[in-house]
């Protein structure tokens, strides 16, 4: 995966209030529009992908500067995004996140997870798109103005590999159902530590990821729900494939056998209150979606564990209902998931009689007593 030159990170996420050292716009179009300058200054504009914004001259003295110069607080508390849109609004978005994670960080879990909660960050604050490919496209028509540099320089012309493009949008489909990350937490904007934009003395720096400085900009955040995502051309091919590798990915989990239902294990789930009960993460989902993202969904949720489950029911009253129940009083979840450590196996069920599935091995037995047998059970 494409590495980021010294100008890519330099730029890739930088804001259209303009810092101290530019003179403020006489007409500023806050959502939707690049900033419009009435007078013409010097400097490339604040969100600029022009090599001017660099101040350094040279990775070497980019590094002096960002070294010598301390951070000004932690990290705010990054709240959890919650998607409000359909399911092609949510396919735009996942694809959108993905995209910017790919190709701003590389294929790096740690980098990917920075530059989407930066993305889901700016959605809520007042002065950005209020959608996740608002955000991420935003000024990608201009050669100078692109906020993501990878929108306006010609890399989407790459296609990420398949493998790498599969644990991208794992990582967006977490982000957008609430995962944070609170290395970077609030922050809005960040460059790579061998440049020294003009920009970064007017912003708070709040945090380092890898080779990455992160910055907030103040002001305008916002509890607002998403707007309705844009059409984006270029992500045409990429959108494409997606539903089908969805449904791919959820018919290649392992199929379960008789045997899974009847065998006994002494593990139970504790009846504590709220999401994660036990080793078992309860859910509500939309039965409007489609059955392969659920399995999309759980294989997010459960990254990077070795033992992980998920139990999920139609409506958010069967959930309340059922989370404060014994485990074998519980109703019958209409999808479950199941990573077994010790067989290192992962396993997605659902109940055929509410959806269908192209192989009879992917339901759940329809009796409550072999589904809770199933759950305490090694693969």
Same mark, same amino acid.
């Given at each position: ?7 890519? &990170? =330099?730029? +890739? *996420? ?5 810092? !101290? #050292?530019?003179?403020?716009? @006489? ?70 996140? &993905? =995209?910017? +994670? *790919? ?5 790096? !879990? #740690?980098?990917?997870?920075? @530059? ?70 609030? &922050? ?192």
């Amino acid at each position: 995966m494409r590495a980021m030159t010294a100008i890519v &990170a =330099a730029v +890739g *996420l930088c804001s259209y209030a303009l810092p !101290a #050292a530019v003179r403020a716009p @006489v007409s500023v179009t806050a959502r939707s529009g690049p900033v419009m300058l009435r007078n013409p200054v010097v400097k490339p504009p604040f969100g600029s992908a022009a090599p001017a914004a660099d101040t350094a001259g040279s990775p070497e003295k980019a590094h002096l500067l960002n070294d010598a110069r301390r951070f000004d607080a932690p990290p705010g508390l990054a709240r959890p995004f919650a998607f409000a849109g359909g399911e092609q609004d949510h396919l735009r978005a996942l694809t959108c996140l &993905a =995209a910017a +994670g *790919l190709y701003e960080a590389g294929d790096d !879990a #740690a980098g990917e997870r920075a @530059v989407m909660q930066v993305v889901l960050n700016r959605v809520r604050h007042g002065v950005y798109p209020a959608s996740v490919c608002g955000v991420v496209f935003q000024g990608s028509e201009l050669s100078t103005g692109c906020q993501f540099t990878f929108t306006c320089d010609g890399a989407m012309t790459r296609r990420p590999a398949p493998e790498a493009w599969r644990r991208a949008r794992v990582l967006a489909a977490a982000a957008l159902s609430g995962a944070v990350d609170p290395a970077v937490g609030d &922050a809005t904007h960040y460059h790579a530590d061998y440049v020294y934009p003009y920009w970064a003395p007017s912003l708070t720096k709040v945090a380092q990821v890898g080779a990455h400085v992160f910055y907030r900009f103040a002001g305008g955040h916002l509890v607002r729900p998403n707007a309705p995502e844009p059409v984006i051309e270029r992500l045409g091919a990429l959108m494409g494939s997606e539903q089908a590798e969805v449904e791919t990915t959820a018919a290649s989990l392992p199929t379960v056998t008789e045997p899974a239902f009847t065998a006994a294990h002494p593990s139970v789930m504790a009846g504590n209150p709220g999401g994660v009960q036990g080793d078992a993460i309860l859910l509500a989902i939309d039965p409007a979606t489609p059955p392969g993202r659920w399995a999309m969904d759980a294989l997010s949720r459960c990254a990077g564990k070795a033992n992980c489950r998920v139990v999920a029911w139609p409506s958010p009253a069967m959930l309340e209902a059922n989370r404060l129940r014994s485990p074998f009083q519980r109703d019958l979840p209409v999808f479950v998931f199941i990573r077994d450590p010790a067989s290192h196996r992962d396993l997605a069920l659902w109940d055929c009689s509410a959806v269908t599935r192209p192989d009879m091995r992917q339901c759940l037995p329809p009796d409550r007593v072999a589904v809770q047998r199933l759950l305490h059970t090694p693969l």
